[in-house]
């Protein structure tokens, strides 16, 4: 069965020899991912989704990341976050 997961990106780390690694912030927990061009890795990201999200650090942009029924990701959606909408179920 496929799912998805929504949040941000809070921190990239990316290295001489091509990994990525990505803190994904969602459900009050942070998720690393990776990409590795070494494609023997386990739950390898894809570079391009690796690249996409690493571009969105330090933005408004929120991110449902869908998996597939196997947990690979399969595309990435972006949304401008909206702040006031938490802002107001607060109040």
Do not use: W
Request: proline share 3%; with cysteine.
């Amino acid at each position: 069965m496929s799912y998805s997961i929504f949040g941000q990106v809070v921190g990239v780390r990316k290295f001489a020899y091509g990994d990525i690694e990505i803190d994904f912030f969602h459900e009050d927990k942070i998720t690393e991912y990776k990409y590795s061009p070494n494609s023997s890795i386990l739950n390898n990201f894809p570079k391009e989704l690796a690249e996409t999200l690493a571009s969105t650090l330090a933005s408004d942009i929120c991110i449902e990341i869908h998996f597939d029924e196997n947990g690979s990701p399969t595309y990435v959606e972006l949304e401008e976050c909206d702040y006031d909408e938490f802002d107001d179920d607060k109040n």
